[in-house]
Protein backbone atom coordinates (compact mmCIF):
# COMPACT_ATOMS: atom_id res chain seq x y z
CA UNK A 1 0.00 0.00 0.00
CA UNK A 2 2.72 2.77 -0.70
CA UNK A 3 1.00 4.43 -3.78
CA UNK A 4 -1.57 6.39 -1.66
CA UNK A 5 -0.88 9.80 -1.62
CA UNK A 6 -2.96 10.78 1.61
CA UNK A 7 -2.81 7.70 3.98
CA UNK A 8 -0.21 6.38 5.94
CA UNK A 9 -0.44 2.63 6.17
CA UNK A 10 1.04 0.07 8.43
CA UNK A 11 0.61 -3.82 9.56
CA UNK A 12 2.15 -4.43 12.99
CA UNK A 13 2.88 -7.90 14.95
CA UNK A 14 -0.16 -8.45 15.20
CA UNK A 15 -1.96 -8.08 12.20
CA UNK A 16 -3.69 -4.96 12.98
CA UNK A 17 -3.34 -2.33 9.99
CA UNK A 18 -3.12 1.44 10.82
CA UNK A 19 -4.41 4.27 8.35
CA UNK A 20 -3.43 7.54 9.14
CA UNK A 21 -4.99 10.54 7.06
CA UNK A 22 -2.88 13.31 6.46
CA UNK A 23 -3.78 15.39 3.71
CA UNK A 24 -1.27 17.09 1.35
CA UNK A 25 -1.31 20.50 1.12
CA UNK A 26 -3.77 21.16 3.65
CA UNK A 27 -3.47 22.35 6.83
CA UNK A 28 -6.03 20.37 8.49
CA UNK A 29 -8.04 17.50 7.09
CA UNK A 30 -10.64 17.44 4.23
CA UNK A 31 -12.48 15.00 2.75
CA UNK A 32 -11.17 15.82 -0.86
CA UNK A 33 -12.13 13.79 -4.27
CA UNK A 34 -8.30 12.67 -4.22
CA UNK A 35 -8.99 11.17 -0.19
CA UNK A 36 -12.10 9.23 -1.60
CA UNK A 37 -10.01 7.87 -3.79
CA UNK A 38 -7.50 6.99 -2.01
CA UNK A 39 -9.75 5.57 0.56
CA UNK A 40 -11.32 3.30 -2.21
CA UNK A 41 -7.53 1.83 -2.37
CA UNK A 42 -7.25 0.96 0.90
CA UNK A 43 -11.14 -0.62 1.00
CA UNK A 44 -9.99 -2.40 -1.74
CA UNK A 45 -6.61 -3.93 -0.19
CA UNK A 46 -8.38 -4.24 3.55
CA UNK A 47 -11.29 -6.50 1.35
CA UNK A 48 -8.60 -8.58 -0.20
CA UNK A 49 -6.37 -9.29 3.62
CA UNK A 50 -7.55 -12.12 4.79
CA UNK A 51 -4.82 -12.19 7.79
CA UNK A 52 -6.14 -8.80 9.19
CA UNK A 53 -6.99 -8.82 13.05
CA UNK A 54 -8.72 -5.43 13.12
CA UNK A 55 -8.77 -1.80 11.52
CA UNK A 56 -7.48 0.90 13.28
CA UNK A 57 -7.80 4.70 11.81
CA UNK A 58 -6.24 8.10 12.76
CA UNK A 59 -5.25 11.17 12.07
CA UNK A 60 -1.99 12.19 10.85
CA UNK A 61 -2.33 15.82 11.52
CA UNK A 62 -1.71 16.98 15.56
CA UNK A 63 -4.59 18.51 17.36
CA UNK A 64 -7.18 17.73 14.96
CA UNK A 65 -9.06 14.53 13.12
CA UNK A 66 -11.43 15.51 9.57
CA UNK A 67 -12.86 18.59 9.43
CA UNK A 68 -15.40 17.57 6.93
CA UNK A 69 -15.92 17.58 2.87
CA UNK A 70 -13.57 20.25 1.24
CA UNK A 71 -16.12 23.05 0.91
CA UNK A 72 -13.73 24.28 -2.15
CA UNK A 73 -14.78 21.54 -4.02
CA UNK A 74 -18.72 21.87 -3.41
CA UNK A 75 -18.63 24.49 -6.52
CA UNK A 76 -17.57 21.58 -8.51
CA UNK A 77 -20.76 19.85 -8.49
CA UNK A 78 -23.30 21.59 -11.04
CA UNK A 79 -26.15 19.67 -11.13
CA UNK A 80 -28.46 17.97 -8.51
CA UNK A 81 -27.83 15.14 -10.59
CA UNK A 82 -23.75 16.03 -10.10
CA UNK A 83 -24.12 15.53 -6.51
CA UNK A 84 -26.31 13.06 -6.34
CA UNK A 85 -23.50 10.72 -8.18
CA UNK A 86 -21.15 11.78 -5.43
CA UNK A 87 -22.90 10.86 -2.44
CA UNK A 88 -23.54 7.39 -3.60
CA UNK A 89 -19.59 7.06 -4.23
CA UNK A 90 -19.29 8.22 -0.47
CA UNK A 91 -21.73 6.52 0.99
CA UNK A 92 -20.49 3.15 -1.03
CA UNK A 93 -16.91 3.55 0.83
CA UNK A 94 -18.69 4.07 4.50
CA UNK A 95 -20.59 1.28 3.83
CA UNK A 96 -17.79 -0.93 3.20
CA UNK A 97 -15.83 0.29 6.10
CA UNK A 98 -18.95 -0.42 8.23
CA UNK A 99 -19.14 -4.34 6.69
CA UNK A 100 -15.18 -4.98 6.57
CA UNK A 101 -15.04 -8.34 8.09
CA UNK A 102 -12.88 -7.71 11.04
CA UNK A 103 -13.51 -5.42 13.77
CA UNK A 104 -12.68 -1.55 13.45
CA UNK A 105 -11.93 1.82 15.89
CA UNK A 106 -10.85 4.95 14.99
CA UNK A 107 -9.19 7.49 17.05
CA UNK A 108 -10.25 11.46 17.29
CA UNK A 109 -8.08 14.23 18.89
CA UNK A 110 -9.47 17.68 17.68
CA UNK A 111 -12.14 18.25 15.53
CA UNK A 112 -14.63 15.77 14.09
CA UNK A 113 -17.31 17.63 12.01
CA UNK A 114 -19.60 16.92 8.83
CA UNK A 115 -17.87 14.19 7.02
CA UNK A 116 -15.46 13.70 9.53
CA UNK A 117 -17.88 12.80 12.05
CA UNK A 118 -19.67 10.84 9.54
CA UNK A 119 -16.32 8.51 8.59
CA UNK A 120 -15.79 8.07 12.04
CA UNK A 121 -19.69 6.84 12.76
CA UNK A 122 -18.98 3.81 10.12
CA UNK A 123 -16.75 2.24 12.34
CA UNK A 124 -17.51 -0.11 15.21
CA UNK A 125 -15.84 1.55 17.89
CA UNK A 126 -15.17 5.48 18.68
CA UNK A 127 -12.30 6.55 21.03
CA UNK A 128 -11.73 10.32 21.60
CA UNK A 129 -9.87 12.15 23.56
CA UNK A 130 -10.75 14.42 26.43
CA UNK A 131 -8.74 17.24 25.25
CA UNK A 132 -10.70 20.77 25.23
CA UNK A 133 -10.20 21.32 21.57
CA UNK A 134 -11.77 17.39 20.58
CA UNK A 135 -15.25 18.43 18.97
CA UNK A 136 -17.99 16.75 17.05
CA UNK A 137 -21.07 17.53 15.59
CA UNK A 138 -22.92 17.76 12.08
CA UNK A 139 -22.42 21.88 11.22
CA UNK A 140 -23.92 21.48 8.02
CA UNK A 141 -27.50 23.29 8.32
CA UNK A 142 -24.78 26.65 8.72
CA UNK A 143 -24.01 25.72 4.94
CA UNK A 144 -28.00 25.27 4.12
CA UNK A 145 -28.17 21.46 3.56
CA UNK A 146 -27.83 17.93 6.33
CA UNK A 147 -25.58 15.33 6.73
CA UNK A 148 -25.02 13.63 3.26
CA UNK A 149 -22.73 11.17 3.95
CA UNK A 150 -24.92 8.98 6.09
CA UNK A 151 -23.92 10.32 9.26
CA UNK A 152 -27.96 11.08 10.42
CA UNK A 153 -28.65 7.48 10.10
CA UNK A 154 -25.59 6.09 11.79
CA UNK A 155 -25.42 9.09 14.65
CA UNK A 156 -29.71 7.94 15.21
CA UNK A 157 -28.19 4.55 15.55
CA UNK A 158 -26.32 5.54 18.52
CA UNK A 159 -28.13 8.15 20.47
CA UNK A 160 -31.76 7.97 19.01
CA UNK A 161 -34.02 10.87 16.88
CA UNK A 162 -34.33 13.54 19.60
CA UNK A 163 -30.42 14.21 19.82
CA UNK A 164 -29.78 13.49 16.48
CA UNK A 165 -32.59 16.07 15.76
CA UNK A 166 -31.10 18.67 17.82
CA UNK A 167 -27.51 17.98 16.30
CA UNK A 168 -28.65 18.63 12.94
CA UNK A 169 -30.55 21.08 13.61
CA UNK A 170 -28.19 23.82 15.87
CA UNK A 171 -25.04 22.73 14.11
CA UNK A 172 -23.51 23.03 17.08
CA UNK A 173 -20.61 20.67 18.05
CA UNK A 174 -20.38 18.76 21.03
CA UNK A 175 -17.76 18.43 23.61
CA UNK A 176 -15.60 15.48 24.58
CA UNK A 177 -17.64 14.60 27.50
CA UNK A 178 -21.27 15.21 26.22
CA UNK A 179 -20.23 13.29 23.46
CA UNK A 180 -19.47 10.59 25.39
CA UNK A 181 -22.39 10.80 27.97
CA UNK A 182 -24.72 10.95 24.61
CA UNK A 183 -23.37 7.58 23.53
CA UNK A 184 -21.96 9.03 20.53
CA UNK A 185 -18.67 8.01 21.32
CA UNK A 186 -17.69 4.31 22.92
CA UNK A 187 -14.17 5.38 24.55
CA UNK A 188 -12.75 8.70 26.26
CA UNK A 189 -8.72 8.73 27.09
CA UNK A 190 -7.13 11.15 28.70
CA UNK A 191 -4.93 12.83 26.06
CA UNK A 192 -3.58 11.97 22.37
CA UNK A 193 -1.03 9.89 23.77
CA UNK A 194 -3.74 6.89 24.61
CA UNK A 195 -5.06 6.55 21.59
CA UNK A 196 -3.25 4.10 19.72
CA UNK A 197 -2.54 2.09 22.77
CA UNK A 198 -6.25 2.27 23.36
CA UNK A 199 -7.31 1.68 19.74
CA UNK A 200 -4.73 -1.35 19.58
CA UNK A 201 -6.05 -2.67 23.18
CA UNK A 202 -10.08 -2.57 21.99
CA UNK A 203 -9.49 -4.70 18.71
CA UNK A 204 -6.91 -7.42 20.17
CA UNK A 205 -10.02 -8.35 23.17
CA UNK A 206 -12.92 -8.36 19.44
CA UNK A 207 -10.57 -11.63 18.74
CA UNK A 208 -11.12 -11.05 15.04
CA UNK A 209 -14.97 -10.90 15.64
CA UNK A 210 -17.68 -8.15 14.88
CA UNK A 211 -19.29 -6.22 17.77
CA UNK A 212 -23.00 -6.09 18.00
CA UNK A 213 -24.22 -2.55 18.35
CA UNK A 214 -27.66 -2.11 19.51
CA UNK A 215 -30.20 0.87 18.92
CA UNK A 216 -29.93 3.08 21.44
CA UNK A 217 -33.29 5.58 21.46
CA UNK A 218 -32.57 9.15 23.26
CA UNK A 219 -34.16 9.52 26.91
CA UNK A 220 -34.94 13.28 25.80
CA UNK A 221 -38.82 13.55 26.37
CA UNK A 222 -40.23 14.09 22.58
CA UNK A 223 -42.72 16.48 23.51
CA UNK A 224 -40.02 18.65 24.92
CA UNK A 225 -38.39 18.21 21.85
CA UNK A 226 -41.04 19.37 19.28
CA UNK A 227 -41.26 22.34 21.61
CA UNK A 228 -37.97 23.38 21.25
CA UNK A 229 -38.06 23.00 17.41
CA UNK A 230 -40.96 24.70 17.18
CA UNK A 231 -39.27 27.84 18.91
CA UNK A 232 -36.21 27.50 16.57
CA UNK A 233 -38.13 27.67 13.58
CA UNK A 234 -40.35 30.30 14.25
CA UNK A 235 -37.43 32.08 13.82
CA UNK A 236 -36.97 31.22 10.31
CA UNK A 237 -38.67 30.80 6.74
CA UNK A 238 -38.18 27.75 4.37
CA UNK A 239 -38.26 30.27 1.44
CA UNK A 240 -34.91 31.73 3.56
CA UNK A 241 -33.47 28.65 5.42
CA UNK A 242 -34.87 25.63 3.79
CA UNK A 243 -32.16 23.19 5.58
CA UNK A 244 -33.70 23.57 8.97
CA UNK A 245 -37.76 22.54 7.80
CA UNK A 246 -35.95 19.75 5.39
CA UNK A 247 -34.36 18.39 8.16
CA UNK A 248 -37.33 18.12 10.13
CA UNK A 249 -38.62 16.09 7.00
CA UNK A 250 -35.85 14.01 6.88
CA UNK A 251 -36.47 12.92 10.11
CA UNK A 252 -39.89 12.53 10.41
CA UNK A 253 -40.27 10.21 7.03
CA UNK A 254 -37.03 8.07 7.64
CA UNK A 255 -36.25 8.60 11.06
CA UNK A 256 -37.85 4.94 11.96
CA UNK A 257 -34.75 2.95 10.75
CA UNK A 258 -31.20 3.85 10.76
CA UNK A 259 -30.34 2.60 7.28
CA UNK A 260 -33.37 4.63 5.92
CA UNK A 261 -32.80 7.45 7.44
CA UNK A 262 -28.82 7.01 5.81
CA UNK A 263 -30.05 6.81 2.46
CA UNK A 264 -32.57 9.26 2.68
CA UNK A 265 -30.17 11.87 2.86
CA UNK A 266 -29.79 11.28 -1.17
CA UNK A 267 -33.58 12.29 -1.00
CA UNK A 268 -32.87 15.74 0.47
CA UNK A 269 -28.98 16.64 -0.27
CA UNK A 270 -28.51 17.48 -4.02
CA UNK A 271 -31.61 19.61 -4.46
CA UNK A 272 -30.48 22.05 -1.29
CA UNK A 273 -26.57 22.16 -2.25
CA UNK A 274 -27.45 23.17 -5.75
CA UNK A 275 -30.09 26.30 -4.40
CA UNK A 276 -29.51 29.51 -4.20
CA UNK A 277 -29.27 29.64 -0.18
CA UNK A 278 -26.71 26.93 0.13
CA UNK A 279 -24.90 28.67 -2.37
CA UNK A 280 -24.71 32.15 -0.79
CA UNK A 281 -23.97 30.28 3.03
CA UNK A 282 -20.95 28.65 1.32
CA UNK A 283 -20.16 32.16 0.43
CA UNK A 284 -20.56 33.41 3.39
CA UNK A 285 -18.18 30.42 4.94
CA UNK A 286 -15.73 31.19 2.43
CA UNK A 287 -16.17 34.92 3.26
CA UNK A 288 -15.72 34.46 7.34
CA UNK A 289 -12.35 31.86 6.60
CA UNK A 290 -10.35 34.35 4.47
CA UNK A 291 -11.50 37.41 6.96
CA UNK A 292 -9.99 35.27 10.25
CA UNK A 293 -7.19 34.35 8.17
CA UNK A 294 -6.05 38.33 8.22
CA UNK A 295 -7.12 38.24 12.50
CA UNK A 296 -4.28 35.57 12.79
CA UNK A 297 -0.67 36.14 14.14
CA UNK A 298 0.93 37.56 17.42
CA UNK A 299 -0.86 41.37 18.29
CA UNK A 300 2.29 41.88 20.82
CA UNK A 301 -0.80 43.17 22.85
CA UNK A 302 -1.49 41.84 26.58
CA UNK A 303 -1.89 45.47 28.21
CA UNK A 304 -5.28 47.24 27.20
CA UNK A 305 -6.72 50.22 28.32
CA UNK A 306 -10.29 51.48 27.46
CA UNK A 307 -10.86 55.46 28.27
CA UNK A 308 -14.67 55.84 28.49
CA UNK A 309 -16.71 53.84 30.36
CA UNK A 310 -20.16 54.18 28.62
CA UNK A 311 -22.03 51.22 27.23
CA UNK A 312 -19.12 50.89 23.95
CA UNK A 313 -16.38 51.44 26.25
CA UNK A 314 -17.31 49.24 29.13
CA UNK A 315 -18.33 46.15 26.59
CA UNK A 316 -15.16 46.26 24.57
CA UNK A 317 -13.50 46.57 27.87
CA UNK A 318 -15.65 43.47 29.37
CA UNK A 319 -14.74 41.31 25.63
CA UNK A 320 -10.83 41.80 26.16
CA UNK A 321 -11.34 40.96 29.84
CA UNK A 322 -13.08 37.84 29.04
CA UNK A 323 -10.65 37.45 25.89
CA UNK A 324 -7.65 36.99 28.31
CA UNK A 325 -6.46 40.43 28.35
CA UNK A 326 -5.33 42.55 31.34
CA UNK A 327 -7.58 45.58 31.46
CA UNK A 328 -8.11 49.05 32.87
CA UNK A 329 -11.00 50.95 32.55
CA UNK A 330 -11.14 54.71 33.04
CA UNK A 331 -13.62 57.83 32.98
CA UNK A 332 -14.17 61.41 34.12
CA UNK A 333 -17.29 59.88 36.06
CA UNK A 334 -16.68 57.28 38.48
CA UNK A 335 -20.03 55.77 38.74
CA UNK A 336 -20.13 55.14 35.21
CA UNK A 337 -17.09 52.87 35.25
CA UNK A 338 -18.67 51.18 38.51
CA UNK A 339 -21.83 50.14 36.22
CA UNK A 340 -19.40 49.33 33.54
CA UNK A 341 -17.45 46.41 35.78
CA UNK A 342 -21.07 45.51 37.17
CA UNK A 343 -22.10 44.99 33.64
CA UNK A 344 -19.03 42.85 32.58
CA UNK A 345 -19.47 40.99 35.55
CA UNK A 346 -22.93 39.92 34.49
CA UNK A 347 -21.32 39.26 30.76
CA UNK A 348 -18.95 36.84 32.50
CA UNK A 349 -21.52 34.82 34.42
CA UNK A 350 -23.60 34.26 31.44
CA UNK A 351 -20.65 33.07 28.71
CA UNK A 352 -17.63 31.84 30.99
CA UNK A 353 -20.10 30.00 33.34
CA UNK A 354 -17.55 27.90 35.90
CA UNK A 355 -16.69 29.76 38.83
CA UNK A 356 -12.23 29.71 37.67
CA UNK A 357 -13.19 31.20 34.42
CA UNK A 358 -15.53 34.34 35.93
CA UNK A 359 -13.21 35.02 39.07
CA UNK A 360 -10.42 35.41 36.84
CA UNK A 361 -11.96 37.31 34.08
CA UNK A 362 -13.02 39.61 36.94
CA UNK A 363 -9.48 39.99 37.76
CA UNK A 364 -8.53 41.12 34.92
CA UNK A 365 -10.76 44.12 34.33
CA UNK A 366 -9.34 47.35 37.12
CA UNK A 367 -11.12 50.70 37.18
CA UNK A 368 -8.69 53.10 36.70
CA UNK A 369 -9.77 56.59 37.75
CA UNK A 370 -6.21 58.35 36.95
CA UNK A 371 -5.69 56.03 34.16
CA UNK A 372 -2.46 54.81 35.44
CA UNK A 373 -2.53 51.70 33.03
CA UNK A 374 -2.04 53.44 30.27
CA UNK A 375 1.30 53.69 31.03
CA UNK A 376 2.41 49.87 30.49
CA UNK A 377 -0.53 49.35 27.75
CA UNK A 378 0.24 47.85 24.54
CA UNK A 379 -3.04 49.26 23.25
CA UNK A 380 -5.31 52.34 24.00
CA UNK A 381 -8.55 52.39 23.27
CA UNK A 382 -10.40 55.68 23.32
CA UNK A 383 -14.84 55.58 23.37
CA UNK A 384 -15.64 58.78 24.52
CA UNK A 385 -18.17 61.25 22.79
CA UNK A 386 -18.59 61.21 19.60
CA UNK A 387 -16.69 64.88 19.67
CA UNK A 388 -13.86 65.60 17.92
CA UNK A 389 -12.48 68.26 20.40
CA UNK A 390 -13.18 66.07 23.33
CA UNK A 391 -11.37 62.80 21.19
CA UNK A 392 -8.16 64.98 20.47
CA UNK A 393 -8.31 66.38 24.25
CA UNK A 394 -7.76 62.64 25.21
CA UNK A 395 -5.78 61.35 22.41
CA UNK A 396 -2.75 64.71 23.15
CA UNK A 397 -3.00 63.68 26.91
CA UNK A 398 -2.45 59.97 26.50
CA UNK A 399 0.57 60.61 23.65
CA UNK A 400 2.71 62.28 26.79
CA UNK A 401 2.74 59.12 29.11
CA UNK A 402 2.33 55.83 27.15
CA UNK A 403 4.79 53.33 26.23
CA UNK A 404 6.74 53.82 22.17
CA UNK A 405 5.52 51.35 20.81
CA UNK A 406 1.28 51.69 21.92
CA UNK A 407 -1.40 51.30 19.35
CA UNK A 408 -3.52 54.07 19.66
CA UNK A 409 -7.35 53.26 18.62
CA UNK A 410 -10.32 55.59 18.67
CA UNK A 411 -13.63 53.78 18.35
CA UNK A 412 -15.21 56.73 16.73
CA UNK A 413 -17.97 55.50 14.13
CA UNK A 414 -17.62 58.81 11.44
CA UNK A 415 -15.07 61.03 12.24
CA UNK A 416 -11.88 60.90 10.00
CA UNK A 417 -8.79 59.45 11.67
CA UNK A 418 -6.92 62.29 10.10
CA UNK A 419 -8.56 65.17 11.99
CA UNK A 420 -8.62 63.24 15.24
CA UNK A 421 -4.40 63.25 14.38
CA UNK A 422 -3.81 66.17 14.13
CA UNK A 423 -2.97 66.64 18.40
CA UNK A 424 -0.14 63.77 17.87
CA UNK A 425 3.22 64.38 17.75
CA UNK A 426 2.91 61.03 15.82
CA UNK A 427 -0.57 60.19 14.10
CA UNK A 428 1.71 56.69 12.40
CA UNK A 429 0.53 54.76 15.53
CA UNK A 430 -3.09 55.96 15.43
CA UNK A 431 -5.42 53.41 13.86
CA UNK A 432 -9.38 53.28 14.51
CA UNK A 433 -11.05 50.02 16.04
CA UNK A 434 -15.32 50.88 14.95
CA UNK A 435 -16.72 48.03 17.18
CA UNK A 436 -20.52 47.23 16.81
CA UNK A 437 -23.29 48.32 19.52
CA UNK A 438 -24.03 45.04 21.43
CA UNK A 439 -20.19 44.16 21.47
CA UNK A 440 -20.43 41.09 22.70
CA UNK A 441 -22.86 40.18 19.78
CA UNK A 442 -22.00 41.46 16.63
CA UNK A 443 -18.78 40.10 16.02
CA UNK A 444 -17.24 42.43 13.17
CA UNK A 445 -14.52 45.27 13.96
CA UNK A 446 -13.52 47.86 11.12
CA UNK A 447 -10.15 48.28 11.14
CA UNK A 448 -9.83 52.39 10.37
CA UNK A 449 -6.70 53.21 8.61
CA UNK A 450 -5.15 56.87 7.32
CA UNK A 451 -2.19 58.04 4.90
CA UNK A 452 -0.63 58.53 8.24
CA UNK A 453 -1.17 55.09 9.89
CA UNK A 454 2.16 52.60 9.88
CA UNK A 455 0.66 49.13 8.56
CA UNK A 456 2.58 47.01 10.69
CA UNK A 457 0.35 48.90 13.76
CA UNK A 458 -3.08 48.60 11.28
CA UNK A 459 -2.08 44.93 11.18
CA UNK A 460 -1.23 44.78 15.19
CA UNK A 461 -5.30 45.82 15.48
CA UNK A 462 -6.41 43.03 12.89
CA UNK A 463 -4.32 41.00 14.82
CA UNK A 464 -6.18 42.44 18.15
CA UNK A 465 -9.34 41.90 16.76
CA UNK A 466 -8.81 38.10 16.16
CA UNK A 467 -7.27 37.93 19.81
CA UNK A 468 -10.91 39.00 21.46
CA UNK A 469 -12.46 36.79 18.73
CA UNK A 470 -13.66 39.40 16.89
CA UNK A 471 -13.82 39.60 12.69
CA UNK A 472 -11.95 42.81 11.04
CA UNK A 473 -12.04 44.47 7.72
CA UNK A 474 -9.59 47.06 6.50
CA UNK A 475 -11.43 50.07 6.28
CA UNK A 476 -9.53 53.64 4.97
CA UNK A 477 -10.24 56.41 7.08
CA UNK A 478 -13.42 58.36 5.04
CA UNK A 479 -16.72 59.14 6.33
CA UNK A 480 -18.71 56.74 7.75
CA UNK A 481 -16.16 53.98 6.77
CA UNK A 482 -17.98 51.17 5.36
CA UNK A 483 -21.18 49.97 7.49
CA UNK A 484 -22.41 53.66 8.83
CA UNK A 485 -21.96 54.68 5.13
CA UNK A 486 -24.00 52.19 3.90
CA UNK A 487 -26.47 51.67 6.79
CA UNK A 488 -27.28 54.94 6.83
CA UNK A 489 -28.43 55.99 3.81
CA UNK A 490 -30.71 53.12 3.86
CA UNK A 491 -31.81 54.34 7.02
CA UNK A 492 -32.24 57.87 5.67
CA UNK A 493 -33.92 56.68 2.32
CA UNK A 494 -36.74 55.17 4.41
CA UNK A 495 -37.43 57.64 6.39
CA UNK A 496 -37.76 59.59 3.34
CA UNK A 497 -40.53 57.55 2.32
CA UNK A 498 -41.92 57.94 5.42
CA UNK A 499 -42.18 61.69 5.20
CA UNK A 500 -43.87 61.00 1.76
CA UNK A 501 -46.71 59.29 3.54
CA UNK A 502 -45.53 55.85 2.89
CA UNK A 503 -46.17 53.44 6.61
CA UNK A 504 -43.33 52.79 8.53
CA UNK A 505 -45.20 49.06 9.08
CA UNK A 506 -44.75 48.25 5.51
CA UNK A 507 -41.45 49.41 4.57
CA UNK A 508 -40.33 47.61 7.97
CA UNK A 509 -42.26 44.32 7.64
CA UNK A 510 -40.59 44.07 3.47
CA UNK A 511 -37.57 44.15 4.97
CA UNK A 512 -37.99 41.06 7.23
CA UNK A 513 -39.61 39.60 4.95
CA UNK A 514 -36.58 40.40 2.88
CA UNK A 515 -34.66 38.21 5.90
CA UNK A 516 -33.17 41.36 7.50
CA UNK A 517 -33.27 41.38 11.64
CA UNK A 518 -35.50 44.15 11.53
CA UNK A 519 -36.58 47.25 8.87
CA UNK A 520 -34.78 50.22 8.75
CA UNK A 521 -37.71 52.62 10.72
CA UNK A 522 -37.41 50.76 14.01
CA UNK A 523 -33.51 50.28 13.68
CA UNK A 524 -33.55 54.11 13.62
CA UNK A 525 -35.67 54.22 16.80
CA UNK A 526 -33.55 51.70 18.52
CA UNK A 527 -29.84 53.55 17.33
CA UNK A 528 -31.32 56.90 18.39
CA UNK A 529 -33.37 59.71 16.23
CA UNK A 530 -30.93 62.14 17.85
CA UNK A 531 -28.04 60.27 17.08
CA UNK A 532 -29.30 59.57 13.83
CA UNK A 533 -29.35 63.19 13.08
CA UNK A 534 -26.33 63.66 14.64
CA UNK A 535 -24.55 61.90 11.74
CA UNK A 536 -27.33 62.86 9.18
CA UNK A 537 -25.93 66.51 9.69
CA UNK A 538 -22.49 65.14 9.05
CA UNK A 539 -23.01 62.18 6.65
CA UNK A 540 -25.86 64.04 4.45
CA UNK A 541 -29.77 62.88 4.67
CA UNK A 542 -32.92 64.02 2.58
CA UNK A 543 -34.84 67.21 3.57
CA UNK A 544 -37.55 64.52 4.10
CA UNK A 545 -35.56 62.47 7.30
CA UNK A 546 -33.86 65.92 8.58
CA UNK A 547 -37.49 67.66 8.97
CA UNK A 548 -38.70 64.19 10.48
CA UNK A 549 -36.00 63.71 12.40
CA UNK A 550 -36.06 67.49 13.68
CA UNK A 551 -39.38 66.80 15.08
CA UNK A 552 -38.99 63.88 16.74
CA UNK A 553 -36.14 65.34 19.06
CA UNK A 554 -37.47 68.87 19.84
CA UNK A 555 -40.38 66.28 21.00
CA UNK A 556 -37.91 63.81 23.39
CA UNK A 557 -39.47 61.34 21.63
CA UNK A 558 -36.03 59.59 20.40
CA UNK A 559 -36.84 56.29 19.97
CA UNK A 560 -36.47 53.02 22.56
CA UNK A 561 -34.87 55.00 24.95
CA UNK A 562 -37.73 57.30 25.61
CA UNK A 563 -40.46 54.96 25.09
CA UNK A 564 -41.39 56.44 22.55
CA UNK A 565 -40.15 57.30 18.65
CA UNK A 566 -41.26 55.83 15.33
CA UNK A 567 -42.88 53.58 17.17
CA UNK A 568 -44.43 53.24 20.86
CA UNK A 569 -41.87 50.91 22.77
CA UNK A 570 -42.89 48.76 25.34
CA UNK A 571 -40.74 45.90 27.29
CA UNK A 572 -37.86 46.91 24.54
CA UNK A 573 -39.85 46.01 21.59
CA UNK A 574 -41.70 48.10 19.56
CA UNK A 575 -45.33 48.14 19.56
CA UNK A 576 -46.23 47.44 15.22
CA UNK A 577 -48.44 45.58 13.25
CA UNK A 578 -46.61 42.35 11.62
CA UNK A 579 -48.85 41.69 8.66
CA UNK A 580 -47.73 40.00 6.31
CA UNK A 581 -47.41 41.37 2.60
CA UNK A 582 -48.27 40.40 -0.70
CA UNK A 583 -45.04 38.65 -1.83
CA UNK A 584 -44.59 40.78 -5.09
CA UNK A 585 -45.36 44.03 -2.89
CA UNK A 586 -43.06 43.18 -0.13
CA UNK A 587 -40.30 42.40 -2.74
CA UNK A 588 -40.39 45.44 -4.34
CA UNK A 589 -40.65 47.74 -1.45
CA UNK A 590 -37.38 45.84 -0.27
CA UNK A 591 -35.68 46.34 -3.70
CA UNK A 592 -36.06 49.95 -3.43
CA UNK A 593 -35.22 50.46 0.26
CA UNK A 594 -32.19 48.33 -0.51
CA UNK A 595 -30.87 50.21 -3.25
CA UNK A 596 -28.92 52.80 -1.49
CA UNK A 597 -27.00 50.70 0.98
CA UNK A 598 -25.63 48.46 -2.10
CA UNK A 599 -24.81 51.56 -4.09
CA UNK A 600 -22.84 52.91 -1.02
CA UNK A 601 -20.90 49.32 -1.01
CA UNK A 602 -19.85 49.52 -4.29
CA UNK A 603 -18.44 53.32 -4.60
CA UNK A 604 -16.67 52.15 -1.13
CA UNK A 605 -15.19 49.22 -3.23
CA UNK A 606 -14.44 51.77 -6.18
CA UNK A 607 -13.12 54.40 -3.95
CA UNK A 608 -10.60 51.80 -1.86
CA UNK A 609 -12.36 52.44 1.41
CA UNK A 610 -12.20 48.46 1.64
CA UNK A 611 -10.06 45.89 -0.49
CA UNK A 612 -12.62 44.33 -2.21
CA UNK A 613 -16.25 43.46 -2.69
CA UNK A 614 -15.80 40.42 -0.27
CA UNK A 615 -15.17 42.33 2.42
CA UNK A 616 -18.16 45.33 1.52
CA UNK A 617 -20.07 42.01 1.71
CA UNK A 618 -18.66 40.64 4.81
CA UNK A 619 -18.75 43.93 6.80
CA UNK A 620 -22.79 44.52 6.00
CA UNK A 621 -23.24 40.63 6.87
CA UNK A 622 -21.46 41.13 10.08
CA UNK A 623 -21.66 44.32 11.29
CA UNK A 624 -25.98 44.88 9.77
CA UNK A 625 -26.72 41.58 10.12
CA UNK A 626 -27.81 41.28 6.24
CA UNK A 627 -29.19 38.13 5.52
CA UNK A 628 -25.90 35.63 5.22
CA UNK A 629 -28.70 33.33 2.86
CA UNK A 630 -28.16 36.23 0.47
CA UNK A 631 -24.60 36.66 0.26
CA UNK A 632 -24.33 40.09 1.27
CA UNK A 633 -25.66 43.30 -0.61
CA UNK A 634 -23.56 43.36 -4.02
CA UNK A 635 -23.78 39.19 -4.26
CA UNK A 636 -27.59 39.85 -4.10
CA UNK A 637 -27.66 42.46 -6.26
CA UNK A 638 -25.62 40.81 -8.55
CA UNK A 639 -27.83 37.89 -8.94
CA UNK A 640 -31.12 39.80 -8.81
Known amino acids: MDNLRHFDI ?6 ICWAKLDVKGKSVNVLTQEVMLDLAKLLDWLEENDNLRGFGFMSGKPGGFIYGADISEFELYKSATDVLHHMQFVHGLFDRIERLKVPTCVGIDGIAVGGGLEIALAFDHIIITGNHKTKL ?15 SGRAYRRVGTATVTQMMLSGKPMAAFAAHEAGLIDQKVDGAEHLKPAIGAWLIEQKSKKPNREQRESSADQNALNEANAKFLNRLRADHTPAPFAILDHVKRHGHSASEMSAGEMDIFPDLMVGSASKSLRRVYHLTDRIRKTARGDSAISNVHVVGAGVMGGDIAAVAAMSGLM ?5 MNPKATELAIDRAAKLFERRL ?3 DKITAAKHRLKSDPQSDGAKNADLIIEAVAEK ?21 ATNTSAIPLEDIATVLADPSRLIGLHFFNPVPVLPLIEVIWSLHSNQDIVTRGMRFAGQIGKMPIRCKSSPGFLVNRALLPYMFGAMEAVASGESPEKIDQALVDFGMPMGPIELSDQVGLDVCLDVGIVLGMGPGAEKLLKSKCREQTLGRKTGSGFYEWSENRAVRSRESLEPKVSDKMARRMLAPMVDECRKAVQEGVVDSADDADAGMIFGTGFPGFRGGPINWASEV
Not at 10 to 15: F, H, I, L, Q, R
Open 388 to 408: LSVKQAVFADLEKIIKPNAVL
Open 353 to 355: KSD
Open 10 to 15: STDSKN
Open 327 to 331: VTLSD
Open 137 to 151: GFPEVNLGILPGYGG
